[in-house]
Structures are given as structure tokens and as C-alpha cells.
T-cell receptor
Framework: DTAVSQTPKYLVTQMGNDKSIKCEQNLGHDTMYWYKQDSKKFLKIMFSYNNKELIINETVPNRFSPKSPDKAHLNLHINSLELGDSAVYFC??????????????FGPGTRLLVL | AQSVTQLGSHVSVSEGALVLLRCNYSSSVPPYLFWYVQYPNQGLQLLLKYTSAATLVKGINGFEAEFKKSETSFHLTKPSAHMSDAAEYFCAVTQNAGGTSYGKLTFGQGTILTVHP
């Protein structure tokens, strides 16, 4: 059973399009995250949600809008895609937000290529 | 503020040799430190974490890391490399500074480990 799953795994699209990436976790966790891994493999947090409430928003362009319909899902919608959005996007979850020692469990990633 | 530096973007060892992957951190408050491994086309998997208990932390697959405050280091080691250890390894830091720092992992830029037969 996949603990943290993402769809799609690969996404190729044109500049200017709008796309969504879905994330689901079946671990019963309260907290979910989105990370971006750029072409140099540098991983950076974008957002975190705890019980459907936005906690972290790391100066991400407002073209990126996370949506959490329930605790088990955190989707990422991207408007007006740009070339620089090409990256691997990872979803993660942790049991709770309460402490920094909480282990984050990562999904397999979504490879986005904007042409 | 917190940051992580991984020395060496590529490390190559022979099968059976010692693995040493270096990580130095910067943190204004006591840090919590993690090592993750990423196999090709997969997500990140936690190897081990330091949460202010024992300074020598043992993880999965025979890896361990030692927290050295005086050196601000958290190097990852394994006594004997296996071919299956070939992957990319990421060191990460977070802080117990409350508020929006919760859950904010800051990653290093990764070290690719190659294991030769």
C-alpha cells in the first residue's frame, strides 16, 4: 500500500497552461507539505497544511495555490505555467505539526516539464 | 535562520569500503537533523534523525550519523558499502523555534553516492 501517493507522475505541458497535481496520504497524518526540487536537485519547501489549515507559505508566487479538501489530500494548482516551473514536486506528510522531530514521509514525486 | 551544506556533490567508493557523506549545518537554536535517501525516480526515504537524545544515531540499512555540536556536523557513515546503497543522499535541518518554523525542513543540495564493484 502506497503511504503517500501523487498523480500524475509525469506532466508535460505548454507555457501558459493551468495544471493540478494531486496528493493523497493514507497514514492518518494531520500535516501535509509540498516541496519543489529544481534542476540542481535543491529541495525547498513551498507549503504546509495542518488539518486543512495553511501553516507555511514560503514566498511562492500566487500562481501556485494549494487546496486541502480534507486531511488526507493536499492538491497543488498552478496557473499560467512558466518555463521556470519545470521541476519535480514532492508531497509529504507527517503525523502532526507539533514538533520538529516529526518524520516527514515523501511521495514519489511529480515531474513537471513546461515547454 | 538555518542552513545545510553537504560537502561533495559526488562520492564514489568501492563495494565493501567505508562510506562517509559530510553534512555541516547552521542553526540559531538547537537543531534537529535528518538524513534522507532518494533512489532514482523515487521519493525521499528517511534514513535516520537526530532529535537531541543520543549523539550517535543509528538508522536503516546499516547507516549511522554522529551529531557533533562543536563541529556543527552530522556526517553519515556506513562501514561497508553495498551496490544497493547507490543513490542520492540529502541532509536536512529543522528547528524547534515555534510558529511557522514547524515542519520547515531545510535541505542540503544532495550527495550522489556511486558504488563500484
Amino acid at each position: 500500500d502506497t503511504a503517500v501517493s501523487q498523480t500524475p507522475k509525469y506532466l508535460v505541458t505548454q507555457m501558459g497552461n493551468d495544471k493540478s497535481i494531486k496528493c493523497e496520504q493514507n497514514l492518518g497524518h494531520d500535516t501535509m507539505y509540498w516541496y519543489k526540487q529544481d534542476s540542481k536537485k535543491f529541495l525547498k519547501i513551498m507549503f504546509s497544511y495542518n488539518n486543512k489549515e495553511l501553516i507555511i507559505n514560503e514566498t511562492v508566487p500566487n500562481r501556485f495555490s494549494p487546496k486541502s479538501p480534507d486531511k488526507a489530500h493536499l492538491n497543488l494548482h498552478i496557473n499560467s505555467l512558466e518555463l521556470g516551473d519545470s521541476a519535480v514536486y514532492f508531497c509529504a506528510s507527517s503525523l502532526r505539526l507539533a514538533g520538529p522531530q516529526e518524520t516527514q514521509y515523501f511521495g514519489p514525486g511529480t515531474r513537471l516539464l513546461v515547454l | 535562520a538555518q542552513s545545510v551544506t553537504q560537502l561533495g556533490s559526488h562520492v564514489s567508493v568501492s563495494e565493501g569500503a567505508l562510506v562517509l557523506l559530510r553534512c555541516n549545518y547552521s542553526s540559531s537554536v538547537p537543531p534537529y537533523l535528518f538524513w534522507y535517501v532518494q533512489y532514482p525516480n523515487q521519493g525521499l526515504q528517511l534514513l535516520l534523525k537526530y532529535t537531541s537524545a543520543a549523539t550517535l544515531v543509528k538508522g536503516i540499512n546499516g547507516f549511522e550519523a554522529e551529531f557533533k555540536k562543536s563541529e556543527t556536523s552530522f556526517h553519515l557513515t556506513k562501514p561497508s558499502a553495498h551496490m544497493s546503497d547507490a543513490a542520492e543522499y540529502f541532509c536536512a535541518v529543522t528547528q524547534n523555534a515555534g510558529g511557522t518554523s514547524y515542519g520547515k525542513l531545510t535541505f542540503g543540495q544532495g550527495t550522489i553516492l556511486t558504488v563500484h564493484p
